[in-house]
């Protein structure tokens, strides 16, 4: 049996921009992805709204995705692949990010998996689709988010080598703004675990073991 960790947002815990409640676990794409892998793996899903990769948010306890992501990987050891979907709440006017500051800490987080006592096998860096925020209650919330979104993926990609993790870009995959402009419909999460089933049953990629000498 493979372990698949899924650690991400709002989009990761099935957030539903329809009903501000919570989709099903079989409508939600960790459980897609579930479905599509089957009994050879258990897909772990361990998704927060409002969760950053490393950033403290003043607003909001607890979403510091640094602080929890050492423990879960012990939790759920042994871990074959490790899903990272983060990098969208960053985007929040209050934190006054680039792009590559978010990039950054996404990669923070990379190197402190293959660096814990409790590494994963494989990692899979996922980054966000561009946001394009639509709900007028967040558009102070997320001001010039979407041209900063918009240059995510080129500065995740290149981290993601650089840290031994195979990538994923979102955007080629869903778009992400046809509900509030940041969550995913359901067709987007079927596809989205589509992608990612591939990378995981794929063939072992540049990396896959961890940087030399982990």
């Not at 042994?78 to 985007?91: A, K, R, S, W």
């Not at 997320?142 to 993926?153: N, P, W, Y």
Request: hydrophobic share 40%; net charge negative.
């Amino acid at each position: 049996m493979r372990t698949v960790l899924c650690f991400g947002d709002s989009n990761t815990w099935g957030f539903d921009p329809e009903t501000d409640g919570r989709r099903p676990w079989e409508q939600r794409w960790p459980g897609c992805l579930q479905r599509l892998l089957g009994l050879g793996y258990r897909v772990v899903e361990e998704g927060l709204n409002g969760r950053t990769a490393c950033w403290e948010d003043p607003l909001s306890h607890g979403r510091n995705g640094r602080a929890m992501l050492g423990p879960l990987l012990e939790s759920h050891f042994p871990v074959d692949m490790l899903v990272l979907m983060l990098g969208t709440n960053e985007m929040k006017s209050r934190f006054g990010l680039t792009a590559h500051d978010v990039a950054r800490g996404v990669q923070t987080l990379v190197q402190d998996a293959w660096q814990s006592e409790f590494p994963p096998r494989r990692i899979l860096w996922i980054c966000p689709p561009r946001l394009v925020v639509i709900r007028a209650a967040w558009a102070a919330e997320f001001q010039k988010a979407g041209e900063k979104s918009a240059r995510l993926a080129q500065c995740c990609e290149p981290l993601a080598r650089e840290a031994g993790a195979l990538f994923l870009n979102a955007g080629l995959v869903v778009s992400g703004d046809q509900l509030d402009g940041v969550h995913l419909t359901e067709a987007e999460h079927e596809a989205l675990a589509r992608a990612v089933a591939e990378k995981v049953l794929g063939e072992p990629g540049p990396g896959d073991e961890g940087p030399e000498g982990i």
